[in-house]
């Protein structure tokens, strides 16, 4: 489960922490919410809809894997780009064509006549989910006052999650009579809500004011904050006033900051090569290996198993990132995840000893099958409070202020990456080396995240975003001077 959040600017800064929210707030998270939904059910829609997909066109494992990984494809190219275009058309506008990339995308899917058309649907699909994972999160980021700012990035996340259940819980009402279509069609529906949500609003004051809209600015501002917008609108411009000019390429892979950009790109691999979006695109097949016959089984396996588990364990991260810290989570996290696919890995070597059915051809399901179950769920609900929203919390912490944008894009790149790269080749790999083979290779990439991260990856919590730059600062400085010592 690829989730990305940006280094974002501020927006409508501090106020009184009595001071309700205005309707426009609501609506504005109201935008995210549903942002954060679209992202999610694309990303869990297909793993219902490729059994009426195989079975409507009998299509090859290669194939299945290119209809699944592409959306991945389409994302990296859409996270890419987003950034430039939210700057040049607008965060609300970006968001917009986002929704609209989901419609023709939908709609393109659900009418496909081949899987070629399929495919180009999914492209689409992937570009409006690789542009929403940075516009969404970016709006809200500049929207939202100091004091809520948080929850309301927190929200996208949580939107990404109930969007992935939602999405399982469609598969499973649809999964009766085949209707692959209409799962991927209805994808259309948030998306057309988003842009009835979102016309209403305006952009953000901060790009109204970076483009010299400042009549604009102050009536977004007085929405937002009509308690103080005199004072709203002196914040933003303070802090405009103090950004830094977008570091050059060479300035983001310099000596100097190449600490935190191999940890920025480090968490983001691993986050994604311990298996997370395998299993999310490929759960109702991972299922139907564990012995759960009947498509019905297999969809509410996966409705109940993973979609579920994964809203609630999503909770627990947004409850106690800032009280527990980042390494602890994300530690804790890796000890479940490497465990439970280690079990999962030793019910599939059970499994295949167990004679299949002579009628489904299938094995039926035993306790080989319930250990593969539990063993999901528990892997899905470590992810959820750990790798999935804690790596994009540091991402955004630990790249200096200078070097953030970028930075940020480059570590989003290569998670898009390595989110391709397993989706496309995950069905290839089991059919190569079998799926307990398989969940044991993610077990042990579980093992070295968790050593790389208790080595290399530093605690942030408590330090402000200056502190932790400073911290790179010395080390590098320090390196320098041990590189110089040496050399004489």
Do not use: H
């Amino acid at each position: 489960m690829s989730t990305t959040t940006t280094g974002a600017s501020t927006g409508a800064e501090s106020e009184p922490p009595s001071v309700p929210l205005s309707r426009w707030l609501w609506l504005v998270g109201a935008v995210i919410l549903v942002a954060g939904v679209l992202f999610g059910y694309d990303q869990g829609v297909i793993a219902g809809a490729l059994i009426g997909i195989e079975k409507e066109w009998d299509v090859s494992t290669r194939l299945t894997e290119v209809i699944t990984s592409w959306v991945t494809l389409g994302a990296l190219v859409g996270a890419l780009v987003a950034g430039t275009v939210a700057d040049r058309i607008g965060r609300r506008a970006a968001v917009m064509a986002a929704a609209v990339l989901f419609v023709a995308g939908a709609v393109v899917e659900a009418a496909s006549p081949n899987p070629s058309v399929l495919v180009v649907g999914r492209l689409v699909v992937g570009f409006g989910v690789g542009v929403a994972s940075v516009a969404a999160p970016l709006y809200a980021a500049e929207m939202a006052p100091t004091r809520v700012r948080g929850r309301f990035v927190s929200w996208y996340q949580f939107g990404i999650t109930f969007g992935i259940f939602l999405a399982y819980l469609v598969d499973q009402l649809l999964s009766s009579g085949d209707r692959w279509r209409a799962m991927l069609g209805v994808s259309a529906v948030p998306a057309i809500l988003l842009v009835l949500l979102i016309l209403p609003l305006g952009d953000t004051p901060r790009w109204y004011l970076t483009k010299g809209r400042e009549d604009d600015a102050r009536r977004a501002v007085e929405r937002i904050r009509p308690d103080d917008p005199d004072a709203g609108m002196a914040e933003i411009e303070a802090s405009i006033a103090e950004d830094v000019p977008q570091a050059s390429w060479g300035q983001v892979f310099s000596r100097r900051w190449r600490t935190p950009l191999l940890l920025g790109i480090g968490l983001a691999v691993f986050q994604q090569v311990t298996g997370i979006n395998a299993i999310i695109y490929y759960a109702n097949k991972i299922f139907a290996a564990a012995g759960f016959e009947s498509v019905a089984d297999q969809t509410a396996a996966t409705t109940w198993a993973i979609g579920a588990v994964n809203v609630v364990a999503t909770l627990i991260a947004v409850a106690f990132v800032d009280r527990l810290g980042r390494r602890p989570l994300l530690l804790a996290g890796l000890v479940g995840m490497g465990l439970s696919l280690t079990a999962v890995g030793f019910a599939f070597r059970s499994l295949a000893q167990i004679p299949e059915d002579p009628v489904t051809q299938t094995a039926r399901v035993s306790n080989p099958g319930a250990i593969a179950l539990v063993g999901l769920v528990v892997y899905i609900a470590s992810f959820a409070f750990s790798l999935g929203p804690v790596v994009w919390t540091l991402i955004n912490e630990i790249f200096p202020r200078d070097i953030r944008g970028r930075g940020v894009s480059v570590a989003t790149a290569f998670n898009w990456g390595s989110a391709w790269l397993v989706s496309q080749f995950f069905l290839s790999l089991t059919d190569s080396i079998g799926q307990a083979a398989t969940f044991w290779l993610f077990a042990a990439l579980c093992l070295v995240a968790f050593v790389w991260i208790w080595r290399y990856v530093p605690e942030t919590r408590g330090r402000s975003l200056e502190e932790i730059e400073e911290m790179w600062v010395a080390r590098s400085d320090s390196a320098d001077q041990a590189s110089r010592a040496s050399a004489g």
